[in-house]
């Protein structure tokens, strides 16, 4: 039988702090073949499209101008600025080359205020973990986890607070409530556990003097 117990939804308690926003500014492409393409990326440009919205727009924009938002952890919310024309964005896919890891093409959503997105933000737990002061090794299972909801309920992360959590318990998905989202993983699956190791076992067994 497992060691793994469950926390009830009171012992999880969050914070709300708004999801960044980061601004990229690109061109409209005319040319969408190959060969334009090619010379694109050869110029340190970076094709892009957007879609989601009233029409499908196809972009380029520098490769440095990705760097904030592809090569860190966290999580934004993307102010396109396409020749002068605004929307906002999140970020869906990112296409490699297989020999150089160079970024080949990236698709955006167009999201509004108005209209619900799914997306994946990262987990952060915040807390000494009761189960560790005994001896036990707090563990996240989920790095991310994929939600629905407004914009302006997207936090920076999903801060969960894992002071309560003891020896051998584990917090999982419908444990967890964030005000104007909604939790698309399995409701079984564990985000994070307090593992019981060797040394916490020999205290729990050791006779008490």
Known sequence: MSNVQWVTQSQVA?????????????????DLGKKATRELR??????????????????S????????LIYTPNIYIVDLVIDGKACK??????QYNCVSDAIEHIDFLE????????IS????????????KQGGKLVLKMRKIRVKGLISAL?????????????????????LNFEGLELLEAKNIVVATVKITRAA?????????
């Open 14 to 30: 969050h914070k709300f702090i708004r999801m960044k926003t980061i601004e990229i500014k690109g061109s409209v492409r005319s």
């Open 42 to 59: 050869k110029n340190g440009q970076v094709p892009c499209v957007v879609y989601g919205g009233e029409s499908v727009t196809h972009f």
């Open 61 to 68: 924009a520098p490769v440095d101008a990705f760097r904030g």
């Open 89 to 94: 964005a999140v970020l869906k896919d990112v």
């Open 111 to 118: 999201v509004s205020d108005k209209k619900p997105v799914s």
């Open 121 to 132: 933000l990262p987990v952060k737990l915040n807390g000494l973990a009761e189960g560790v």
């Open 155 to 175: 936090p920076d992360v999903l801060d969960i607070d894992v002071t309560e959590l003891g020896l051998g318990k584990a917090i999982k998905i419908q444990d």
């Open 201 to 209: 076992a020999a205290n729990a067994e050791a006779p008490a003097k």
